[in-house]
């Protein structure tokens, strides 16, 4: 079948999808063979509908097909057989037995007698392998997770597992868009065609006579809107699966039968599936390109047909076009292909750095743009900020812990106490630094800005050189990869140093490794002084290449920005270089670039620039090449002073190269836009400098939260970061990624000791809108905005809940959240509002809470009920769980699973929760009273809790085990309440919490919960009764209980702003409004919004498109206090 033909299939079954027919859709895709729908799969699986189950698997796969499918039907049909038997129905057994598990006895007769001395016990659990099967339910739900990993892993189901990424409604988009080019090919067109059938070519009768009314085309029915949130992936018929191993991967692999090294698909047995394999991390999956198919129309009319404006790609018209069709846009019609000239290169000398010792490796930050990592040949590290030329640190060689290092290297060190540095590199959000030496040593430094580099990790990680480094992701774990003398490869955790796995296959020292994930598949290539090329996923199963690098080079390899091409780069014993571009679905070299020496010394440096251009430096110079020409497009000496073959590197930007030189000193080479912004940078910190001494951080302006006694606590935050990696954990505990944001940087120059608290009372003063509401109104007492930062959530104390959502407009053209243009009040055609369970009982005993998925799809609630889930798109409650009591207090899901939730109670529990087995994993206990927030840290890999009971916790996400408490310190002359609701929420960092309570604001540091900040307002503010970060952790948004709200500084707990009761309220004297709670938009740091106790909710921003709430109150002498009470409106904070 052509690609055309199975494409078109998929459409179908999207179509039949769409239309309910559910029956038809699975049979097609049964029929097919193109799609295995997981999803249905497992329903019929929880269901222990069996015959339904191996039918629907016999469309894709038999049970001699190989070991994985063996396995597959070897454990659905044992799992028949033991519910025959726990069901005392032995007769159904023994018909099992002989006609399904027989089949297995040829393979395994062992096993099959074993099996079959089964019917002979009273109760099978007395066979030692089935001690631990439980009930029928959970017995079902741990084989379905093995089943699923056996699938992922079986060939067979490599390219059947993914749905394509289509719009709604595709083939209704099609057949307008045929109707369209039919109705233009009309010799007389209509205004308003009347199209009653698809069975042949629609054309417009002669106007003569009466016109037939026009009418609406009831066949073609409505395309959905655009702008509404994606269907729940996880419920839909069509949901995203992992992606198969790809076929650009496979290509790569010499035995394709071990696909999905991850998963055992070893021998079939009595006991549980082995519910511990590890499993590669889920993704979405990636939008196909999208082909533009050109059509000839050789017909009489088409020359008219060429003289009339064509109705595709051009939005403003389309709705005036006669059939109902959507806007329609096509690849290189609307995105315009970025365009590149040599100017582009950096090579203009714009600084020259003196070093002082022989550079061997560089890496600039990936968010500071001017900020560059050196390591050199004595064993020093520094970092420069080369707009001003200054050395911010520098660190020499020196092992921290000798005690705890292998004989060998203690040895080694003893004879010379030297080592030279052979990589450095930044972690992917630059809160992390690695440095591989040339004597076992691997050092991982935290890095907080401006002087603060603190030791973190020291690992012993190889015998003799420790040649190359790198940071990889596997699962969302951060980890550091490394390669060395000994032949090996390791994986470490970032976080813990614990090594996670060792590569062992290589015959010479290993020289270089690249990790790259494509898809959802994690892989690392590995590169050995003797020019074999070896890849490896993260398990323990070999390495899946061999390859020889062109010529036996000693080799490094490196993608593109984008991740879609691959490099390498190197040298040969001979002194030959290559650099080439490889062939991933083929393992071979595509292409290989002219213009290398001959006669290199060393083995020469390369690096990529952006998706464009490839940097080498070779003959004393730094050549360019552009990636789609084998041809060398540019070179140039640097004004001379390099050495025969330069170490070099290029920023993430692709403005400014570094490159070495040979009096130990380092060239900074920019093009126009990399001069820009040195020039920017250095007359920032000029100004900077000019500030009274002590008010200026030295460096980049980081947020720091005092000293720590903790070596060991990593805070990623950094001022300056736009924010692709960084995380915030809401004060639902839902874990939202942040894109680009532009953080302010405090310009401490301008701070004079004149400074005063900005005070907000008139609307002139600030922008405000209520949001429009038709439905009943009730008190808010749950806000959150969307991910996607174009709608705002609400939970109101009668269950209900309202989503506003704004819409892409000439006022609007994001279509996110803002205090200028009204959003829509959301409601799904059917009327029917999102509302929780409830249950009699006093109202003030109710602990309202909700999660909302990261994708946007569906949100977690609960109002003294049963907790929901609703699917965002269309309301619809999806499920409901756990029936009081307890009732659920607080909501979070797990950071890499939106499968598992924790849930805080009313009886001071907090239960780990898988929504999809059903099944409570592990119940904590630590509080004295219920529960009421929760956040996870994804970097510390731990739940932090708070209660009603004043008191902090901390839990392992590994075993779940308590790891510290703390109990806040209330002030004098604050009486406990028992109904108090103390939250919490991590910093951007993942590190610093703030915790928040109705008699203050705290900072605590995690996971000691060591006290860094308090602030506690006068008693003239009232109470707190919420408070949040803002998107960039750089400001705290905390609302009162007199309708005012206050804007802290974030690292001190300094007031900035206060926004008085009267500059957003109505003026209504006889009722006392005040906002209940307070959210912060996830991508402008200067934007929140509040609930009201009267049902309102408000967008707030400060006037002006530039605007910013006051200006951060200048330090204060010292390390500043750690208890600090709110001032008055005349008066710097104490």
């Known amino acids: 079948m052509s690609s055309l033909s199975r494409e078109l299939v998929f459409l179908i079954l999207q179509f039949l999808d769409e239309e309910k027919f559910k029956d038809t859709v699975h049979r097609l895709e049964k029929e097919s063979g193109f799609f295995f729908n997981m999803r249905y799969f497992e329903d019929s699986v929880t269901a222990g509908e069996w015959d339904d189950v191996e039918k629907y698997l016999s469309g894709f796969t038999k049970v001699d097909d190989n070991r994985y499918s063996m396995k597959i039907f070897f454990e659905i049909r044992k799992q028949k057989y033991l519910e025959a038997l726990d069901k005392k129905d032995h007769a159904k057994a023994v018909e099992i037995l002989v006609k399904e598990l027989k089949v297995f006895s040829t393979f395994n007769e062992e096993l099959f007698k074993e099996i079959t001395m089964l019917l002979t016990l009273t109760n099978f659990r007395e066979n030692e392998q089935l001690s631990k099967y439980g009930d029928t339910k959970s017995a079902r739900g741990i084989m379905l997770g093995e089943l699923k990993k056996l699938i992922e892993a079986n060939p067979l189901f490599r390219d059947k597992l993914q749905f394509p990424s289509l719009k709604n409604s595709r083939l209704r988009t099609l057949i307008n868009q045929s109707l369209n080019w039919q109705h233009q090919l009309c010799k007389n067109p209509r205004p308003n065609p009347d199209i009653k059938t698809l069975f042949v070519d629609h054309t417009c009768g002669h106007p003569n006579g009466a016109h037939t009314p026009p009418t609406t085309n009831h066949l073609m029915g409505s395309v959905p809107k655009v702008g509404g949130f994606p269907p729940l992936g996880a419920h839909g018929p069509f949901q995203p699966t992992p992606a198969p191993l790809t076929t650009s991967l496979a290509g790569w692999m010499p035995n394709p039968s071990v696909p999905h090294p991850t998963v055992s698909a070893g021998p079939i047995g009595l006991g549980a599936p082995n519910s511990a394999v590890s499993m590669l991390k889920r993704e979405r999956p990636r939008s196909p390109p999208t082909n533009s198919l050109s059509m000839d129309y050789q017909t009489a009319d088409s020359e008219s047909v060429l003289k009339r404006p064509r109705p595709f790609g051009i939005s403003d018209g389309v709705n005036n076009l006669p059939v109902n069709v959507l806007p329609v846009t096509y690849p290189g019609q609307s995105h315009s292909h970025a365009t590149y000239s040599t100017d582009d290169l950096p090579k203009n000398v714009s600084r020259i750095l003196s070093q002082g010792s022989a550079i061997k490796s560089m890496d600039f930050h990936p968010v500071q743009q001017t900020m560059l990592l050196v390591g050199t040949n004595l064993g020093d590290i520094a970092i420069w900020e ?95 990869v490394t390669c060395g003398e000994d032949k090996t490869i390791k994986v470490w955790d970032a976080v813990t140093g614990n090594k996670l796995h060792t590569f062992e296959g290589h015959e010479a020292p290993v020289y270089s490794v690249c990790p790259h994930q494509k898809e959802n598949i994690q892989f690392i290539f590995s590169t050995a002084v003797d020019g074999k090329i070896k890849a490896w996923l993260y398990d323990n199963m070999g390495s899946r290449v061999d390859y020889d690098a062109p010529g036996r080079s000693c080799t490094a390899m490196a993608y593109c920005a984008d991740g879609t091409r691959l490099f390498s780069c190197g040298t040969s014993k001979e002194g030959e270089s290559f650099i080439v571009e490889w062939n991933e679905s083929e393992g071979a070299v595509k292409r290989t670039y002219l213009g290398l020496g001959k006669r290199s010394a060393g083995v020469v440096q390369f690096d990529t620039m952006k998706n464009k251009f490839l940097v080498a430096g070779d003959e004393f110079q730094v050549k360019f090449w552009d990636m789609d020409s084998v041809d060398l497009l540019s070179s140039t000496a640097a004004e001379g002073g390099l050495p025969s073959s330069p170490c070099l590197r290029i920023n993430k930007e692709g403005t400014l190269l570094a ?11 920019a093009n126009a836009e990399g001069s820009r912004i040195l020039h920017s940078m250095a007359n920032r910190r000029l100004d900077s400098s000019r500030a009274p001494p002590g008010s200026v951080a ?437």
């Open 386 to 480: 080369v707009s001003s030329r200054e050395k911010l640190v520098s660190r020499s060689f020196k092992v921290w812990d000798l005690a705890t290092c292998t004989v060998n290297l203690q040895a080694s060190l003893a004879s010379e106490y030297t080592a030279a540095v052979n990589r450095v590199v930044w972690s992917p959000d630059g809160g992390l630094l690695g440095v591989a030496y040339s004597k076992h040593i691997v050092h991982i430094y935290s890095y907080h800005g401006g002087e603060d580099l603190r030791n973190h990790l020291e690992i012993d990680a190889h015998a003799g050189n420790v040649n190359d480094l790198a940071f990889s992701q596997p699962n969302q774990q951060l980890c550091v």
């Open 659 to 669: 490159v070495s030189t040979t009096d130990n000193g380092i060239k900074i080479l």
């Open 698 to 1134: 030295k460096g980049p302006i980081v947020g720091t939260f005092g000293t720590s006694s903790s070596s060991t606590g990593m805070s990623l935050s950094m001022a300056e970061r736009s924010g692709p990696v960084a995380s915030v954990t809401g004060l639902n505990g839902d874990n939202r990624s942040l894109p680009d944001v532009k953080p302010r940087i405090a310009d401490e120059a301008e701070k004079s000791k004149t400074w005063k608290l900005t005070e907000i009372s008139e609307r002139s003063q600030l922008r405000t809108l209520r949001l429009p509401d038709t439905l009943l109104p009730a008190r808010v007492v749950k806000l959150i905005y969307t991910n996607s930062g174009g709608a705002v959530l609400a939970l109101a104390e009668n269950a209900a809940h309202k989503l506003w959502k704004w819409q892409k407009s000439e006022r609007n053209l994001l279509g996110k959240a803002n205090s200028n243009v009204p959003p829509q009040l959301w409601q799904p055609s059917s009327g029917v509002l999102m509302t929780n369970d409830t249950r009699e009982g006093n109202k003030e005993d109710v602990v309202p809470c909700f999660a909302l998925s990261k994708n946007d799809s569906y949100v977690m609630s609960a109002s003294g009920g049963k907790i929901s889930l609703f699917n965002m798109m269309t309301f619809k409650t999806m499920t409901t769980f756990m029936a009081p009591p307890p009732a659920a207090t607080s909501l979070a899901f797990h950071p890499q699973d939106n499968n598992i939730i924790a849930i805080g109670m009313d009886d001071s529990s907090i239960q780990i929760y898988n929504v999809r087995v059903d099944e409570v994993k592990s119940k904590l206990k630590g509080h004295q009273k219920r529960v009421t927030g929760l956040a996870f840290s994804n970097v510390l890999n731990v739940l932090v809790s708070s209660g009603a009971d004043s008191q902090l916790c901390v839990w392992s996400m590994d075993g779940w085990e308590k790891q510290a408490s703390k109990q806040i310190q209330i002030p004098s002359g604050h009486s406990p309440n028992p109904l108090a609701h103390t939250r919490v929420q991590f910093h951007q960092d993942q590190t610093h919490v703030l915790v928040v309570h109705a008699s203050q604001l705290a900072i605590y540091e995690a996971p000691k919960l060591e006290s860094m900040k308090q602030w506690i307002p006068k008693e003239s503010s009232g109470s707190v009764t919420d408070a949040v970060y803002s998107c960039d952790s750089q400001s705290i948004y905390a609302a009162f209980d007199d309708g005012s709200v206050s804007i802290l500084t974030a690292t001190t707990l300094q007031l900035k702003c206060r926004i008085g009761p009267n500059s957003y309220l109505p003026s209504n004297p006889s009722s006392r409004v005040y906002p209940a709670t307070i959210a912060a938009h996830p991508s402008e740091p200067n934007q929140f919004a509040v609930g009201l106790t009267d049902g309102g909710v408000h967008v707030i921003e400060p006037p002006g498109p530039e605007g910013k709430w006051g200006m951060s109150p200048p330090p204060e002498n010292g390390a500043g206090p750690s208890v600090s009470s709110a001032p008055g409106s005349d008066q710097q904070q104490r």
